[in-house]
């Protein structure tokens, strides 16, 4: 190890920091005879292919001089105005300048925590939660305290009881943090009347809400819920959005929409955060849209994740013991599994590796660091035979154990 | 104005933080009719072309899967170690590990003051100084104070004095910023002699040093001096690199180069910021240095930029009269002027934008509000022809307002 001799210099904030278990672990199980089901990458298979190229092409042609100089730290204003009326369930209310393009929505996270947390203030999220949305909280010094979860999504009954509790306690809340749509990585839905909950409760204490919501395109049952955002009176949700699970995670593209004060202090923020965002991948985007490209990729995107989805489920009801539970997500990338209570997925995890198959467990997505005997299984980016096979293998390691417990 | 309702939740840096008064400017005077010299962004007739064009072809061919997906935090590795062993002048002590590929040299500055910056702690700058290098630092709640820059750079011996006066108050300062070659705004470089004052002032006091290197592969004359990281020997220099200036700024390629303790840190910083850079534009700059296009390309920029230099510092000295004094930069983009003591060149400004003509101010480069009568002229961007009509505009409106003063 290298350790800095310097490191008696480290901010606060760095000297808490740690890189991120589930990233580590990602890295670890890249090998390629790996079968894995950890990472949440979405599948090359549905990569934009020539119509890039045609569309690189002509930019390089018609618009060299712009393309490769620096843009505006809000981004490409025609790119803002399509975005605002085709992807938002709230365009009536959304003027470009209710939007910031930023770089993935892990970059609008991070600029909502510059915005609106000092150290020490307090946030709560789910008992699970995405380790990006927590982790930009701990960047600023912010502090994450865990609020259950069950398939309806956030309890917002306990998150009432909760804040009642801190109140009391003298401690003051900031806000929630919360990816209400098929929730990475318990793949559950905040249901309508929890939502409408939470942001009563988010007036009654005076809290900001960051509505973390990369799946919303990828809805395989009807169509998503309004968002925080659309259903918000007050000004006080920020819905960070990305474009890295229906078109492409490479090009970096996301957006926070919110109120334009709020979008103001972030574009601010993001002045001395990195200055502005890549500008091929906004021209690419934009012309991508013009071309009226977009909504058939969503489209079949959703087609494409639904059966893998559905595939994993079947071959998970045809090779797990009964002793597991899991949910059927109404969309996204994942399903969460629940082993016996007194078993540590660490453990399968171990045994799992060992046959070539990988998955990622569950207790690192727990602030409270609960949530030993549980798992993420992500059906995104493995292939139909890798889940097959690693589904059988899981089925086998899993069968095995309940018969030497028995 | 859409004050925000709910500014009273913003964070103390937030309710702080206002919108850079340069990048305002910039955005004041981006009017067709105005003849600027106000920006310091590149020229796109040096802009990359046809071969890229190529490049994303054969990408799409051939890597499709890997451009469009997300990549690991610290950056395509293959690249990093070409930057290594070709942009760097350590390549001897540079392995990958000591490198991380950020989003322009701003995400690097922004990730260096999150690793080693809490609220309140103390960076000395240049008086001028980039303002993207201060206003990075207040963004993690740091201070700057600053300390004179003469023809050599930052002056190191004003520099020990304030260090020491500030350790009589008790004061901890953290670091030291600064830009050593062909500074923004001043144009100047720090000497050899005071690179490595710095570095002893440094060590005896503790002290980190970012070193924001944009330009210094646009050296005029000669060759660049050793930078800050080549001298030091104690892990203290944290580099921050940029090819916004020779290749393309809206490709936003970087990188931070040191210790590999600090550059874990930073990635560790990086995986919350915005998790990992654009992956197709580090691919396309791979295949760029790949196919042995990058050198050709820095030593065509560098003639470009001379010669414009060269123009304009001609035009300047037949336009402009005695009274008025301005540096001859060895290499980057900028000359400095200083008007009389006690003129404003702000009012300058107000004319010249009168007239169709514009600059900066250079007020706002410096941390303690001098520099009045200072300004910033770019010769950059502009065409000849603009630079030609807006330093002879300029050139009347001083001899005028000196006229008129006799």
Redesign the interface.
């Given at each position: 190890m290298?350790?800095?001799?310097?490191?008696h210099?480290?901010?606060?904030?760095?000297q808490k920091?740690?890189?991120?278990t589930i990233?580590d672990l990602c890295?670890l199980v890249a090998r390629p005879e790996i079968r894995s089901l950890a990472g949440g990458?979405?599948d090359?298979e549905v990569?934009?292919?020539?119509e890039?190229?045609a569309i690189?092409?002509t930019l390089?042609r018609e618009r060299?001089?712009?393309?490769?100089?620096?843009?505006?730290?809000e981004g490409v204003l025609e790119l803002r105005q399509l975005i605002a009326e085709q992807l938002m369930d709230t365009p009536e209310v959304l003027a470009p300048?209710s939007l910031l393009i930023?770089?993935?929505s892990?970059?609008g996270?991070?600029l909502a925590c510059?915005?609106?947390?000092?150290?020490g203030?307090i946030v709560l999220v789910g008992l699970p939660s995405y380790f990006?949305g927590t982790?930009?909280v701990?960047?600023?010094g912010g502090v994450c305290i865990g609020v259950p979860v069950d398939e309806q999504g956030l309890d917002t009954e306990a998150l009432a009881r909760r804040l009642a509790g801190l109140k009391a306690e003298g401690r003051r809340v900031?806000?929630v943090y919360t990816v209400p749509n098929f929730q990475n990585p318990a793949g559950v839905t905040l249901s309508l009347e929890r939502r409408q909950h939470l942001l009563e409760l988010a007036a009654a204490h005076?809290l900001?809400v960051f509505e973390d919501d990369p799946y919303q395109d990828l809805c395989y049952e009807g169509s998503a819920l309004p968002s925080l955002l659309a259903l918000d009176r007050?000004?006080?949700v920020v819905q960070l959005r990305s474009l890295?699970k229906i078109f492409?995670?490479?090009?970096?593209l996301g957006w926070a929409a919110g109120?334009?004060?709020?979008i103001?202090?972030m574009?601010?923020?993001k002045?001395?955060?990195?200055?502005?965002?890549?500008?091929?991948?906004q021209f690419m985007l934009l012309e991508y849209i013009k071309q009226d490209l977009l909504a058939g990729r969503i489209r079949s995107n959703r087609d494409f994740y639904r059966q893998k989805r559905d595939f994993m489920l079947k071959q998970m009801k045809l090779h797990f013991p009964e002793a597991i539970a899991w949910n059927t997500p109404q969309g996204g990338f994942f399903i969460f599994v629940r082993l016996p209570e007194d078993w540590d997925a660490a453990d399968l995890l171990q045994e799992s590796v060992d046959r070539d198959v990988a998955f990622v467990t569950g207790q690192p997505f727990f602030v409270d660091g609960r949530g030993k005997n549980t798992l993420r299984l992500s059906f995104s980016q493995a292939s139909r035979d890798d889940i097959q096979a690693a589904i059988t293998e899981l089925g086998e390691l899993l069968t095995d154990r309940i018969s030497a417990e028995i």
């Open positions: 290298d350790t800095h001799p310097l490191q210099l480290y901010s606060d904030t760095a920091a740690h890189s991120s990233r890295a990458w979405p090359p990569f934009p292919g020539a890039l190229s690189f092409e390089m060299r001089r712009e393309i490769f100089q620096y843009g505006s730290t300048d930023t770089q993935g892990a970059q996270m991070s510059q915005v609106f947390l000092d150290p203030d990006g982790g930009a701990a960047s600023r900031k806000g005076d900001i007050e000004g006080r890295s492409s995670p490479g090009l970096r109120h334009p004060g709020i103001r202090k574009t601010e923020a002045q001395f955060a990195d200055a502005t965002s890549n500008t091929p991948s």
